[in-house]
C-alpha cells in the first residue's frame, strides 16, 4: 500500500501563489505517475495535472494550464503542485494521486491510491 500526504494548502489572495507538495511512501517512486485532482465542494472532482514517473511527460486539465507547473524530486518521492496566478474559482481541495501502473492518470479512474487532500482557498 502507498501512503499519500499533502501539504501547502491555505488561504492566498486572488493573484497569489501557491505550491502543493505530496509526499509518497514506497522504494520505487520513479515508476509511479502521479496526479493532482481538485474538488471544489458540489462539484466533482476535477483532473488539476499529471507526471509521468521520470518527470518528462506531464499534462495539464483545461482550467489551469499556463498557470500551474506539476513537477517531482524523486529522490525525496514527492511530486509538487505549483500554481501561479490563481483565481476565486480555484478554490477546492486539493488532492494527490498515484498509479501504481506507471500510465498518468487523466482522470479519477487512473489512480490507485488518493492522499487525504489539502484546502486552497482563494480569496477575491
Known amino acids: 500500500q502507498v501512503q499519500l500526504v499533502e501539504s501547502g494548502g491555505g488561504l492566498v489572495q486572488a493573484g497569489g501563489s501557491l505550491r502543493l507538495s505530496c509526499a509518497a511512501s514506497g522504494r520505487t517512486f520513479s515508476s509511479y505517475a502521479m496526479a493532482w485532482f481538485r474538488q471544489a465542494p458540489g462539484k466533482d472532482r476535477e483532473y488539476v495535472a499529471g507526471?509521468?514517473?521520470?518527470?518528462?511527460?506531464?499534462y495539464y486539465g483545461d482550467s489551469v494550464k499556463g498557470r500551474c507547473t506539476i513537477s517531482r524530486d524523486n529522490a525525496k518521492n514527492t511530486v509538487y503542485l505549483e500554481m501561479n496566478t490563481l483565481k476565486p474559482e480555484d478554490t477546492a481541495v486539493y488532492y494527490c494521486?498515484?498509479?501504481?501502473?506507471?500510465?498518468?492518470?487523466?482522470?479519477?479512474?487512473?489512480?490507485?491510491?488518493w492522499g487525504q487532500g489539502t484546502q486552497v482557498t482563494v480569496s477575491s
Open positions: 507526471i509521468s514517473g521520470s518527470g518528462a511527460t506531464t
Open positions: 494521486a498515484i498509479s501504481l501502473t506507471g500510465i498518468i492518470p487523466r482522470n479519477t479512474a487512473g489512480a490507485d491510491y
